[in-house]
């Protein structure tokens, strides 16, 4: 991968990419996913030959709107592309999803005997702190400091 490459990587993440968590459930114990959405499926195409995920078309647009495609990738694979791109990102809320998707890597690696109440709990503050993260309107990042002393 060349630099040019990663920083356009990282360009396109700010601008149009999503990092979430999805919620634990009874039959999932959660997953890191990352996505982008975008009309122009050379732009799909070159995250997609570079990151292989999985494409699909859009859905849930509305009459008149072009198509979109969308390129995403989970688990370890999402950590792995978030780590390359980070040395290029700009924003800190950017490098807040990273840093919060390497804590809930860090936490859903371990088997789940080997989970304590605390590792619970974390996940919990991760899966929250990501979702405060993402949330839309015009607002300042939310400051790390109060997320990490909970």
């Avoid at 990663?6 to 360009?11: C, F, N």
């Avoid at 807040?96 to 860090?106: C, H, P, Y």
């Avoid at 400091?145 to 909970?150: A, L, N």
Wanted: hydrophobic residues 40%; aromatic residues 8%; charged residues 30%.
């Amino acid at each position: 991968m060349t630099e040019r490459e990663l920083v356009m990587a990282a360009g396109l993440m700010e601008g149009e990419g999503t990092v979430r968590l999805n919620r634990p459930t009874k039959r999932n114990k959660g997953t890191l996913i990352v996505s982008m959405v975008n009309t122009d499926p050379e732009i799909i195409d070159f995250m997609q030959s570079r990151w292989p995920g999985y494409c699909k078309p859009a859905t849930g647009l509305r009459a008149g709107q072009r198509p979109a495609m969308v390129w995403v990738i989970a688990a370890r694979q999402a950590l792995a592309f978030l780590e390359q791109i980070e040395p290029f990102v700009i924003t800190h809320r950017m490098r807040e999803r990273i840093a919060t998707a390497r804590r809930w890597q860090r936490i859903k690696a371990k088997h789940w005997r080997y989970r304590t109440e605390a590792d619970y709990e974390e996940s919990f503050n991760c899966w929250h702190w990501m979702a405060e993260l993402n949330r839309r309107g015009v607002q300042t990042c939310p400051d790390a400091d109060t997320h990490r002393r909970r």
